[in-house]
């Protein structure tokens, strides 16, 4: 094991950083489970071994697949720069308290997040817990800048 | 702080990609801006509390919310790059001046990149400043391939 | 250079992620040579220098653009996180040859995605080399979760 990996900021770091890409790579198979129980296809070779008649008929957007496309690109747009500064911020060294509150906060926004897109709950529960996970990365951001600025 | 964080092209390294990350989250609440002001939603739920008549008028793109989308969608294919690429290239052990016209140039690059592309600035304004960034993240590439090839 | 860049896991690490993300990068070149010979533009400043006759007909998207853009964005949805959990997989010290084999495969994997995706190949080449990628990344996530988990 790297030196780093005997950190124990650094390893709280690396368990939340997996478990949140994990969570967002899963969204890439419920994607495809929404395409073929909607039938809703992007690419003609998708829909070659259907009857001819059917195949135009796939090719088409469906709303429940763009629901959790536009689910999936919003992980993308924030638990990316959370792992990407929450690297930078753990290797600042916080204490270890204020560490793991900023990542469990996180990945609790980031599940709540995907369970209010998927499931359509009422706002403002999507734009709340959107905005719970986006304070986190700017204040691991602010974390950072504060102890290591070098323009 | 790790041993890391004592490294001069390390913390320059950190406090651009800091700051070109917090540049792309900042588009987030930007799209949110130009989606109430301009009255375009994606989602039902987003409109629920409007009067029934307007809502299916609410859900429509709007040529500034995409423009916007566009722009996040482009930092999002050219800064995550540049800071995964430049976390290695820090580590690669550049000089400092060079490592700094590296990462100047990229965030310069991009924040008139995003001038150019909000404010729809006359080309080539917008391809020139994404070409600069995207050079700098090649740059970065050859340089790490040049001294780091374990294939 | 920095200690970490002695070890070679780690510099098996560099080496792939910076070719997947070289990949990932020259998807945009290949997009804007698509919307030139497509005629296929997003904004209204890139055709501003066109005939005014001209100019509405080529803010269209165009199958082919739009094939080669959901090819990046699967780059996207792929290769980041592979870079991300790599990263922290190459910290926890894996053995040589194991490691190889995660990154090789999931390099060839992702250059035949592209080509399969590109080139309309006949599914489920495509399927079948996005399968591959994606189970790297997670048989990664799960080395990292089981060698360090600090809830």
Not at 35 to 43: E, K, L, V
Not at 89 to 108: D, I, K, M, N, W
Not at 134 to 139: A, D, E, M, P, Q
Request: charged share 20%; hydrophobic share 50%; glycine share 4%.
């Amino acid at each position: 094991m790297a030196p780093l990996m005997e950190d124990e900021v650094f390893m709280a770091f690396t368990t939340y950083a997996a478990i949140v890409i994990l969570k967002m790579s899963l969204m890439a198979p419920m994607t495809a489970f929404f395409r073929f129980s909607r039938g809703a296809f992007a690419n003609e070779e998708d829909v070659a071994l259907k009857p001819s008649e059917e195949r135009k008929k796939l090719l088409r957007s469906h709303p429940d697949v763009e629901r959790v496309r536009r689910c999936h690109q919003n992980d993308l747009e924030n638990i990316v720069p959370f792992v990407l500064v929450g690297l930078l911020y753990a290797l600042t060294g916080p204490e270890l308290s204020a560490a793991l509150l900023h990542f469990r906060v996180f990945a609790g926004s980031r599940i709540f997040h995907t369970i209010a897109y998927v499931g359509a709950l009422p706002q403002p529960s999507r734009a709340l817990s959107w905005m719970i996970g986006f304070l986190v990365t700017i204040s691991m951001s602010y974390r950072v800048l504060s102890k290591v600025l070098v323009l």
